[in-house]
């Protein structure tokens, strides 16, 4: 189990530095004259910082770490989409939804992770609407809601390599892995 806290870490801290870096680099590179600079360039900081604090505390990485980090992405989100300029700026902020709802579901139990992609849809769409840029509508209910497939499809992959994992391919029967976790059970 260790092991997989590790590499929790690691992946999260590439979303974080990932997102610090996007934000950024829209900073610089602002879509809109009334892109919220200063924002992005305290969440891009925000991101990269976090993201080398996950790094160098990998090793002490533990499930509310995990939810903690995943609640500040998700506030992050919120306050982009409140803040955002153009409808295209928070359509713009699917890819890091989707990021966080592919993580969640492969690295938290699938009620877990419901409950963080529900969390992040709500909360980004009340930012969203927050901001009331006209012509966002269509396109955000159709990433709010592949926002939510993709999130319930990784969550279900992510079970089925746990659950094969105790059955023998090539005759179906439980192997001494199954049987053990039964017994413990």
Do not use: K
């Amino acid at each position: 189990m260790h092991a997989r806290q590790s590499t929790a870490a690691y992946v999260l801290a590439l979303l974080f530095g990932a997102s610090g870096l996007q934000c950024l680099v829209g900073a610089a590179y602002p879509m809109a004259p009334d892109t919220p600079v200063l924002l992005l360039c305290v969440l891009g900081l925000v991101g990269l910082a976090t993201g080398g604090a996950l790094c160098a505390f990998s090793e002490r990485f533990g499930p509310v770490a995990t939810h903690a980090a995943i609640a500040v992405v998700t506030a992050s989100i919120g306050v982009l989409a409140w803040q955002s300029a153009t409808a295209l700026g928070i359509v713009g902020l699917g890819p890091v939804e989707l990021a966080v709802a592919v993580y969640a579901g492969h690295f938290l139990t699938p009620a877990a992770s419901r409950r963080h992609v529900l969390a992040l849809v709500t909360v980004a769409s009340a930012g969203a609407w927050a901001a009331a840029p006209t012509g966002f509508l269509m396109p955000w209910v159709c990433l709010a809601a592949c926002v939510v497939l993709v999130g319930e499809v990784q969550a279900r992959l992510a079970e089925r390599p746990g659950m094969a994992a105790g059955i023998n391919p090539l005759t179906g029967v439980a192997d001494r892995r199954a049987w053990e976790e039964d017994a413990r059970r």
